[in-house]
């Protein structure tokens, strides 16, 4: 059974950067798109990017060079980096596992609450 | 940017009624539209893909229709558990975009 868990801070300042690790477990990291996807308190869902399992990623175009993914296959991980975080950033921050492209997403983590707060 | 639009917002129904949640794309995703609900505190579960394929281990009472620009999703009729915050959601290209959500509560 496909598990997803999410960890890391659940508090930063502003200007800090946001590290958060999801962990797989049941099924292997290759052959899937590994997708981080957040939802600020009392608004929607909003997806942030994803990566294969090659490395290859795609982000929100509005959050510029801010975001960054990374995977690590041997350790069946893969990583959320957002820099420079404000207080617009404070949300559930969820992992999502797609089978392709134009996948639905079939698997999620349960989420970790991040609060940027000074 | 493909945006979706949901209607409604929300929406108070009884145990037992029909229900329908429309989503509108702003441009042709064909049948890319998936269906999720969530409720408060738990990850968000995939109900319908490809606009009308019920998920595996869904109830039979979700249902999905739709193509192009207008989707729906049917909920023939409500039980208790199914009173949470529904989402579509287009895969037919990046940046993946979601509806605003959809609150169902219970009258």
């Known amino acids: 059974q496909v598990q997803l868990q999410e960890s890391g801070p659940g508090l930063l300042k502003p200007s800090e950067t946001l590290s958060l690790t999801c962990t797989v477990s049941g099924d292997s990291i290759s052959g899937y798109y590994w997708t981080w996807i957040r939802q600020p308190p009392g608004k929607g869902l909003e997806w942030i990017g994803n990566i294969d399992f090659s490395g290859t990623t795609n982000y929100k175009p509005s959050l510029g060079s801010r975001v960054s993914m990374s995977v690590d296959t041997s350790k069946k991980q893969f990583s959320l980096k957002l820099t420079s975080v404000t207080a617009a950033d404070t949300a559930v921050y969820y992992c999502?596992?797609?089978?392709?492209?134009?996948?639905?997403?079939?698997?999620w983590g349960q989420g970790t609450l991040v609060t940027v707060s000074a | 940017d493909i945006q979706l639009t949901q209607s409604p917002s929300s929406l108070s129904a009884y145990v037992g009624d029909r229900v329908t949640i429309s989503c509108r794309a702003s441009q042709s995703i064909t049948t890319y539209l998936n269906w999720y609900q969530h409720k408060q505190g738990k990850a968000p579960d995939l109900l319908i893909y490809a606009a009308s394929s019920l998920q595996s281990g869904a109830p039979s009472r979700f249902s999905g229709s739709g193509s192009g620009t207008e989707f729906t999703l049917t909920i023939s009729s409500l039980q208790p558990e199914d009173f949470a915050t529904y989402y579509c959601?287009?895969?037919?290209?990046?940046?993946?975009?979601f509806g605003q959500g959809t609150k169902l509560e219970m009258k």
């Open positions: 999502a596992r797609a089978t392709g492209t134009s996948s639905p997403f079939w698997y």
């Open positions: 959601q287009q895969s037919d290209s990046v940046p993946v975009t």
